[in-house]
């Protein structure tokens, strides 16, 4: 029955279709499951969109940074408008720092032409449950322009032809008694317009295809075929594109990569948070958080900030939080109103000023030392109080090993463990810990992040 469906459908296409399709068949091997490995494409950078008109905690949002204005401003764009989509939505909750945008990216492909990104975004507004969502883009880095899946091919009805003999050829291959003779017959009459979306991976091509077109009720399915198939009817590529590896399957499952540092509530989390900054050692500190894609709370000493401009644009910049830690670290209940007047709006003004208007919203009394009319000051000015419940003691030991084991034997969920990126012991402690805790299954994340989800 299936072979009569075969040969009517068949009929529709021309014979260098059907000669297409035979010399494919000939390359069909079993496909087996291919791990996607996300990249961090060399060059590109992360940038970061904070609404001045809000609590700066309340977004979390970045973007690549290709080097390239036309497909940096495309990006920016993007992010950009989910920015402002979010604000509308939020309305007149806009204060209310439990409303967050949260938008995280991964490049998934580059050559010299053309960058895969997926975005994934996470928001949460007070009352409603989050909401995850993924997009996908491609875009031409010359241009600028989001291409659709019909720019990568030279001719539109031909590459519909040739995905449809392909899809065919898989499912009848591997997945025959999932489709419908319907659905078999669909496949053949394969529309560009019914891929939900498509990515470039080194050598190949995904498509996630429109489940109704596949399985009844089965989750829908991204396919990664080999680009090396396509090559005769894709428009020429960039150079710099890897070659495909022989071993690679023609055709594959693929599960949607996720994007690095979108937090999932429900696995383990924990706040590294550094005082006394910034300094001579915080770069190290960056350059660990960056490679391994986490997220710290940087509490700076006001009188340094302005000194050190870079880094705390760069704190910024990379997704991590600035805090407050007073002008001179001092002891806060010590101090007149106008002295404390002083100390907080100081710091906050020089974060502010090097920081492109972020405002920090956590403070951290030096020494921990706090008395009400000290919390109703910083009440009133929006700041929370950030205490910490693992002291690692590393700034009166000064010892590498002894700050990496505090660090590790007081690791658990929801804790907010003290740092000073002042001593190079800290920093050679945290360069070890970094990976382990990643090891273990936490997620590092910023003291706002922490009280959002524990
Ligand atoms: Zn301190």
Do not use: C
């Amino acid at each position: 029955m299936r072979q009569t469906i075969v040969y009517h459908a068949k009929k529709h296409f021309s014979l260098a279709s059907v000669l297409l399709l035979a010399s494919f068949g000939l390359f069909l091997v079993i496909a087996a499951s291919i791990v996607v490995r996300p990249i961090v494409a060399a060059g590109t950078k992360t940038a970061t969109v904070h609404p001045k008109e809000v609590p700066t905690n309340n977004f979390d949002v970045s973007y690549p940074i290709f080097g390239i204005p036309t497909a940096d401003a495309t990006m920016k764009q993007f992010a950009d408008s989910k920015t402002a989509e979010f604000l509308q939505k939020l309305g007149h909750e806009k204060y209310n720092l439990q409303n967050s945008l949260v938008l995280r990216y991964t490049v998934l492909y580059k050559d010299t032409r053309r960058a895969s990104v997926v975005f994934t975004e996470q928001e949460q507004r007070v009352g409603m449950p989050t909401v995850i969502s993924h997009r996908t883009m491609t875009i031409d880095l010359l241009s600028g322009k989001e291409l659709g899946l019909g720019d990568l091919f030279k001719d539109e009805h031909q590459a519909e032809e040739v995905l449809g003999m392909l899809f065919f050829d898989y499912f009848k291959e591997r997945h025959a008694s999932e489709l419908t003779q319907q659905q078999f017959v669909g496949l053949l009459q394969f529309k560009l317009a019914n891929a939900r979306e498509f990515w470039l991976q080194d050598g190949l091509l995904v498509l996630r295809l429109d489940p109704s077109q596949l399985q009844n009720g089965k989750k829908d399915r991204s396919i990664a075929i080999k680009r090396d198939l396509l090559n005769d009817i894709l428009v020429d590529h960039g150079s710099n594109d890897q070659a495909t590896s022989d071993s690679m399957a023609d055709y594959s499952i693929v599960t949607q990569p996720k994007p690095g540092g979108a937090i999932d509530p429900g696995q383990k989390m924990l706040a590294l948070t550094f005082d006394d900054g910034p300094g001579g050692y915080t770069n190290r500190v960056l350059d660990t958080l960056h490679k391994y894609r986490s997220h710290a709370t940087f509490f700076v000493i006001g009188r340094q900030v302005l000194g050190h401009a870079d880094i705390v644009r760069r704190t910024i910049n990379e997704g991590n939080e600035v805090g407050n830690h007073s002008w001179d670290h001092a002891a806060l209940p010590t101090l007149t109103h106008d002295q404390l007047r002083q100390e907080v709006d100081d710091t906050q003004n020089a974060v502010r000023s090097v920081g492109d208007g972020y405002t920090p919203v956590q403070m951290r009394p030096p020494y921990g030392a706090l008395n009400s009319s000290v919390a109703d000051f910083l009440g009133s000015h929006n700041l929370k109080v950030a205490l910490w419940n693992v002291d690692t003691e590393d700034w009166l030991y000064r010892d590498q090993q002894s700050t990496y084991d505090r660090i590790m034997h007081s690791a658990g969920d929801g804790n907010v463990i003290l740092l000073h990126d002042i001593h190079p012991t800290s920093v050679e402690a945290i360069e070890r810990a970094i990976p382990d805790l990643i090891g273990q299954g936490y997620q590092l994340v910023t003291l706002s992040q922490l009280e959002r989800y524990r």
